[in-house]
């Protein structure tokens, strides 16, 4: 199977076999789109055969015939509206895979420039010159179609920020104006990815459609924003439309930088390595951790921010929980390699966590940052700094490495007027509100606050981030606080949590009484939330609105008239808050 990745949905191919269906699913495709029509040639298996083989490997198919040298606009219509449907990546084929690329070229046209289609086209070895004038006209005739859409409010992500946020918003105005901008089909509950590693989970558990979780009477525009114009209230997407808004929320989420430690890209998934932070991973974590009965395992967590700091060591201590239960944690050498000088930023949870470290014999590696790793030799390199601030070299052989990856801001917030020095959505701790554009909002990874990047930090930011999108939509200054609140479930064995939820400055901020839930020692209550009542709290509560012990702090003094003028002053600089 020769297999070209056009972009990350979508690869085409020339004809597969049935066979070669369950080898694509388990190169991550999980659609695949026949164009080649039956009966072209006798060597040719019948599209009922593959989508057998699909049906079987859990792929979704679909059969869209096209005739060779015949490809309409109608057909391109089917295949864009089968793109939009089907889960991504999506593998689709014809006799050579021409067929497949010119749909996918023809369905672009008009929302990519013409030269990026060809180059892109050429890039994986297919020649579209012939197609280039009917590119063109279909890129004149949707511009001209194209207009600018507005809405009174624009959300940048449908993860848990954005949805949440929209959620909270419309139990509040259920009439409200509100469009999602998101190019993804699925919605993941991320925080489940450590139970899948840990063998508790399948990973289906914490995927939804995107459709199923945007609330309703929300437009949703499936597109990525390439950038913000807030001098003129608009956002720009990724095909050049603007998008005007009354008011912005900014919650896209982070980027996890894979390439920022050579070698690593092309060895994940394979090797013995793994990590926790790719729904699609996640599983060959726990693979991983049940085939192996010997030999040295790495878990490796970067420098700071990252999402969910304690998902590097959940992953080990469930690991090791597995290999006490096998009787094999004797036979495995366990390291965790930490870029920082901690075990967990919040003192108080340290001593239980020390416990398990040494329940498990795990060998604490701090100021150690991983930078390469060679997958067929099984070798990870890392930086090492001694305490005079001496940076060497150390490498260390593994059979198992899990990987935390480094994260950083996404490029499109990172180069945008609405940044801070480091690339976060410059917002203000409290309100949420933009620190220099009052009628701009930010929540979630994405945001500059100071808080531990969690969807437990995101389910109380969502209602006082709704709260005061509406007051600054009404005119008036935002008046509800988020305190710093997040929370970091430790799965220190499987069955028991150390609950970590704290504020601002690391001030515990439990969610219970210490008699129902001490979240400073492991507890079965801990793991009972976590395993059974959390994704429910966030697919069925937080994603719609119910805000479950998330009602936002209001400030009691009500803001002066000079306030509300400044809030109210949307247009041209004269918008920038106080
Ligand atoms: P996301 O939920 O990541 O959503 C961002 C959305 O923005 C995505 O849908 C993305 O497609 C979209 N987007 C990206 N680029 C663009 C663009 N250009 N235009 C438009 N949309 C865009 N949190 C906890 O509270 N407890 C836990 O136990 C926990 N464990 C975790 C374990 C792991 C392994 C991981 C990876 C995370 C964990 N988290 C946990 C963290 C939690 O999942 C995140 O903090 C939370 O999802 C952040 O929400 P968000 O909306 O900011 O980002």
């Known amino acids: 199977m020769d297999i070209k990745k056009v972009s990350p949905e979508l690869s085409v191919s020339g004809q597969i076999m049935p066979q070669d269906v369950a080898i694509a699913a388990s190169r991550g495709f999980r659609s695949i789109i026949i164009n080649r029509p039956d009966g072209e040639a006798s060597d040719q298996p019948e599209h009922q055969s593959i989508v057998d083989a699909a049906t079987r490997s859990g792929l979704s198919v679909r059969y869209l015939p096209v005739v060779s040298g015949n490809v309409t606009d109608a057909d391109a219509t089917a295949f864009q509206k089968a793109m939009a449907e089907m889960p991504a990546p999506i593998l689709a084929f014809c006799r050579t895979g021409t067929r497949s690329i010119t749909l996918w070229a023809l369905a672009k046209a008009g929302h990519l420039s013409s030269d990026a289609i060809l180059s892109t086209a050429e890039d994986a070895g297919y020649s579209l010159s012939g197609l280039s004038a009917r590119l063109d006209a279909n890129e004149q005739k949707q511009g001209a179609e194209r207009s600018t859409a507005s809405h009174d409010i624009v959300i940048i992500g449908g993860g848990a920020g954005g949805i949440a ?47 199923q979780v945007m609330p309703k009477g929300v437009q949703w525009i499936r597109s990525a924003c390439a950038g913000f114009d807030p001098e003129h209230n608009q956002v720009i997407l990724e095909d050049g439309t603007r998008i005007s808004y009354k008011v912005l929320v900014v919650s896209p989420g982070l980027k996890l930088d894979w390439d920022a430690v050579e070698g690593l890209k092309d060895t994940l998934g394979k090797n013995g390595v793994t990590s926790n932070y790719l729904f699609d991973m996640a599983p060959y974590t726990w693979e991983l951790v049940k085939s192996l009965k010997r030999g040295r395992a790495l878990f490796t967590q970067p420098p700071m921010p990252i999402k969910c700091a304690g998902a590097p060591q959940k992953a080990m201590y469930l690991a090791c929980d597995a290999w006490t239960r096998s009787g094999r944690l004797k036979d495995i050498e366990v390291e965790f390699h930490n870029s920082g000088g901690a075990l967990f930023g919040v003192a108080d949870y340290v001593p239980s966590l020390m416990k398990y470290v040494e329940k498990y014999g795990i060998n604490l590696c701090f100021n150690e940052t991983l930078v390469a790793v060679d997958g067929p030799s099984q070798t990870a390199i890392f930086e090492v700094k001694d305490g005079d601030g001496n940076v060497t070299r150390q490498t260390r052989e593994f059979d198992m490495l899990h990987v935390c990856p480094p994260q950083t801001a996404l490029e499109f ?105 001490d979240g400073t020692k492991p507890t079965r209550a801990a793991w009972f939330l976590k395993e059974k009542m959390l994704p429910a709290i966030y697919f069925d509560q937080m994603l719609k609105g119910i805000e479950f012990l998330a009602k936002p702090k209001i400030l009691p003094h009500s803001p002066t008239a000079h306030d509300a003028q400044e809030a109210c002053d949307f247009n041209g600089s004269d918008h920038k808050a106080a």
């Open 413 to 517: 917030v990172k180069n945008s007027p609405l940044a801070n020095d480091a690339g976060w959505t410059d917002i203000s701790g409290e309100t949420l509100q933009h620190t220099q554009y009052g009628n701009v909002f930010g929540l979630g990874d994405a945001g500059s606050t100071p808080n531990a990047k969690t969807a437990a930090a995101v389910r109380k930011q969502a209602p006082v981030a709704a709260h005061n999108v509406l007051r600054v939509l009404d005119g008036r200054a935002p008046n509800a606080v988020y305190n710093g609140y997040g929370s970091c479930p430790l799965t220190v064995e499987r069955g028991k949590i150390v609950l970590a939820e704290f504020a601002y400055g690391g001030a515990l901020d439990p969610s219970f009484p210490k008699w129902i839930l």
């Open 165 to 211: 946020t929209a959620g909270s918003i419309l139990k509040r105005r259920k009439d409200a104006d509100i469009a999602v901008v998101e190019p993804r089909s699925e919605h993941y509950y991320q925080p489940g990815w450590t139970l899948v590693g840990g063998g508790v989970f399948k990973r289906e558990q914490t995927e939804r459609s995107m459709a």
